[in-house]
């Protein structure tokens, strides 16, 4: 079954600096990965996902990835943070049947000014 | 464009007691997933509905169950509450399945249900 690990449940970055989040994948055939992220009281949105095309993926806000099937990592990045990226981020890996998402255990982002 | 929408957005039981949470799926959309968000942790699938059949369960038991309805809206039933189905219950549309995996899903803000 397919799964994924986030390394660092919480990760604090000063306003301004470079944003790694990190996520390793398992999974028996190539996945579909994604990231979403999780405003307090809120649902979750996509911030982005791989499909198999481009290795390095952009989203929203800034955000991208890059898929390395050699490292089995799918690492969210982010040049420069701001104060508005504090939230919980999420990875997640879809099944093969692609009915269902795997998520991982979440790393809250705190920006300090 | 209407998002998904969940009601209600808090709620309190007891041990035994059964509750209904309800979600309306975004416009277009045609299938509808729910997911339990424990706190601290990420969301674990339940089950998914297709086209008003269940299509996929995760690993809980039966006393979790769900309907979807002509219009594409859902409800997922609990009974017998239990202290740990306290949780964030997570809804999320998409359009056919996940067409095959790399479809988004659309996540309403959730209900979030304690159990006392």
């Known amino acids: 079954a397919q799964s994924v690990t986030q390394l660092g449940s919480h990760v604090s970055v000063s306003e301004g600096a470079l944003v790694l989040l990190r996520c390793n994948y398992s999974?028996?055939?190539?996945?579909?990965l994604f990231w979403y992220v999780q405003y307090p009281n809120q649902g979750l949105q996509l911030l982005l996902k791989?499909?198999?095309?481009?290795?390095l993926v952009k989203g929203i806000n800034g955000f991208e990835a890059e898929f390395k099937k050699s490292e089995t990592s799918f690492h969210l990045t982010k040049p420069s943070a701001h104060m508005r990226d504090a939230a919980e981020y999420f990875c997640a890996v879809s099944s093969n049947t692609g009915n269902q998402f795997y998520f991982g255990t979440g790393t809250s982002l705190t920006v300090i000014p | 464009e209407t998002g998904v929408t969940q009601s209600p957005t808090h709620l309190i039981k007891t041990r035994g007691q059964q509750v209904t949470l309800r979600c309306s799926s975004q416009s277009g959309h045609n299938t509808v997933s729910w997911y339990q968000q424990a706190l601290g942790q990420g969301p674990q699938f339940i089950f998914q509905?297709?086209?008003?059949?269940?299509?996929g369960r995760g690993n809980f038991p039966p006393r979790f169950s769900g309907l979807q309805f002509p219009n594409y809206s859902s409800e997922l039933n609990v009974n017998a509450l239990e202290l740990d189905d306290s949780a964030l219950y997570l809804c999320?549309?998409?359009?056919?399945?996940?067409?095959?995996?790399?479809?988004?899903?659309?996540f309403g803000e959730g209900s979030r249900l304690t159990v006392l």
């Open positions: 509905y297709y086209r008003e059949e269940e299509n």
């Open positions: 999320a549309s998409s359009l056919d399945g996940t067409s095959g995996g790399t479809g988004e899903l659309f």
């Open positions: 999974s028996s055939v190539p996945p579909y």
């Open positions: 791989y499909t198999s095309a481009a290795t």
